[in-house]
């Protein structure tokens, strides 16, 4: 990468139709507003970080001073592996639940509907973090000049502070056209860079520093839904990660030393720029990972040799050309007051059609469906195991796909519910002797179809794949598209059908009379 000054690179192509940031002045004449969220100090707890991610990678930017934490995710480190869905003994006690409700012994049959439940999901697990630390002068930075910032028109988050008379700068972005995470360290006088830099892990974890400038973090997932222990030898069967990153400073001044073999120290560089790869041996929810041909640490080395030439502005501009065809497909701009709005007319909203120069537009690569919490999370043991819920919360991830002309973002779902459609005709066949596929309330990355453990209120629901289902049909009314209909809808749509049509059965109404 070559020795260059600080660019700010901005598309040019769509702004004479499109104005994400601001205001639209001759509607109102209002000033202009950056689409900005803004904080004056760091995060003093997890929910205060600022989010970047591109689906796949994601960081949380914690915005420290003296010590900056990127905690970062990847979207299949999961526990376990492949799972048995099915359940012989079911039919038995699916037969004894219906006796009892056409007798009219609600009480009992939920009782004995809790012998329907099954093991729980795989849990949503982390990558680690970057650690940078700062020497104590920055400790002494002066605190009114703090600025941290989230700007959503360019998915970039920036930190400043002064220490004396320096003013120190970081930029984070998450490109997915090129699949990295990368961060600028600069700061206002030549030669004030420095700072020591290294990766960590809550997971099973090694690193070490390859040559003078990567560090390398090599780790595995459970195979099974316990937290890992971080002494214990690593002979898990789960899915195996890799994370490198790669240390680039300033080619006239700065110097770098390798730490305790797992440490990079940068001294007197004008800037420093991170870039993080990672990678993971899960070939999809069929594949145990100990059968899996994927080589992480291969697989990362390939995805920082592919970025190699390219240099961080041109990093940014892939990254801004990628985002922005996304992201300026609608806007929605609500008054400042009620005297702007007229009569009783819809509020002004702007809908836009993606530009035929868009780089990137005609191939998205698919990432993980959803998970409960987005690609974030700090915990082994995550709320309700970050699992896929799809009692609701997998849905509404997805809601707002169509409306705001996002349809190919839905890829994901579509390739998820076509694998609980593999699995869940299994769960239908054994579990209710009936035809067709069926999901239940919870599931995750191994496309789980058989019900939760636990209470029947939750466990005893096979209207997952069913709900799910109207996201097909809704994406066909939305676009017309009739190879969609024909190839992937309509096959999922029968299946579940066939299922739900044997599910139902005739039983007798009971009326209380008090």
């Avoid at 205001?23 to 970047?52: M, V, Y």
């Avoid at 039919?91 to 012998?115: C, F, H, M």
């Avoid at 780089?359 to 999370?377: D, H, R, S, Y």
């Avoid at 799809?390 to 973002?409: G, R, S």
Wanted: hydrophobic residues 35%; glycine residues 6%.
């Amino acid at each position: 990468m070559e020795d260059e000054e600080w660019v700010l690179v901005r598309r040019t192509t769509e702004k004479d139709w499109w104005s994400s940031s601001f205001t639209d002045d001759d509607d109102n004449g209002e000033d202009p507003r950056p689409l900005k969220i803004t904080f004056s100090g760091p995060a003093e707890h997890w929910t205060d970080a600022i989010p970047i991610g591109n689906g796949r990678l994601g960081a949380m930017i914690w915005g420290g001073v003296a010590v900056e934490t990127l905690q970062l995710n990847e979207d299949t480190l999961w526990t376990g592996t492949p799972g048995n869905y099915t359940n012989p003994l079911a039919p038995e006690a699916l037969s004894v639940v219906r006796k009892l409700v056409d007798n009219g012994q609600y009480a009992e049959a939920t009782t004995a509907a809790e012998k329907l439940s099954d093991k729980p999901s795989d849990v949503y697990q982390l990558l680690g973090d970057i650690k940078l630390e700062f020497d104590n002068s920055h400790l002494k930075y002066v605190e009114k000049s703090y600025h941290r910032e989230l700007d959503l028109d360019t998915a970039t988050t920036r930190v400043k502070y002064s220490v004396g008379d320096v003013e120190y700068t970081r930029e984070y972005f998450a490109s997915n056209p090129n699949q990295v995470i990368a961060t600028k360290i600069s700061g206002s006088k030549s030669g004030s860079v420095s700072f020591t830099v290294y990766l960590d892990s809550k997971m099973h974890h090694r690193s070490y520093v390859k040559g003078e400038n990567q560090i390398i973090m090599e780790g595995s997932c459970p195979d099974k839904r316990i937290p890992p222990r971080l002494n214990a030898n690593d002979n898990s069967k789960g899915i195996l990660f890799t994370t490198i990153l790669e240390l680039q400073i300033s080619k006239n001044t700065g110097v770098v030393h390798v730490l305790d073999g797992r440490k990079l120290k940068v001294e007197g560089s004008d800037w420093a720029i991170l870039l993080l790869v990672s990678s993971s041996s899960f070939d999809g929810p069929f594949t145990k990972p100990i059968d899996s041909k994927k080589d992480p640490t291969s697989d990362s080395l390939s995805a920082l040799k592919s970025i190699n030439n390219l240099s961080y502005t041109e990093l940014y501009a892939h990254h801004l050309d990628d985002y922005q065809s996304l992201f300026h497909r609608v806007s929605l701009q609500l008054s400042k007051s009620s005297k702007s709005v007229s009569g009783d007319g819809p509020l002004p909203m702007k809908k836009h059609m993606a530009n035929n120069n868009d780089l990137f537009f005609q191939e998205k690569p698919g990432t993980q469906v959803a998970n409960l919490q987005g690609i974030w999370n700090k915990d082994i043991e995550p709320p309700w195991d970050g699992a896929q819920h799809l009692n609701i919360n997998l849905q509404m991830n997805y809601w707002p796909a169509l409306p705001c002309n996002l349809k190919e973002c839905q890829d994901p779902l579509f390739e998820y519910i076509s694998s609980l459609s593999i699995n869940g005709s299994k769960t239908a066949k054994v579990n209710y002797e009936a035809k067709g596929w069926v999901a239940h309330q919870v599931s995750d990355i191994w496309a789980k179809t058989s019900p939760d453990r636990g209470q029947a209120v939750w466990v005893l629901w096979p209207m997952g794949g069913a709900w799910l289902c109207t996201h097909l049909w809704e994406h066909y009314t939305y676009t017309m598209d009739k190879d969609f209909l024909k190839n992937k809808a309509y096959p999922l749509l029968e299946g579940c059908t066939l299922f739900l049509l044997d599910w139902l059965i005739e039983g007798t109404w009971r009326i209380s009379r008090n």
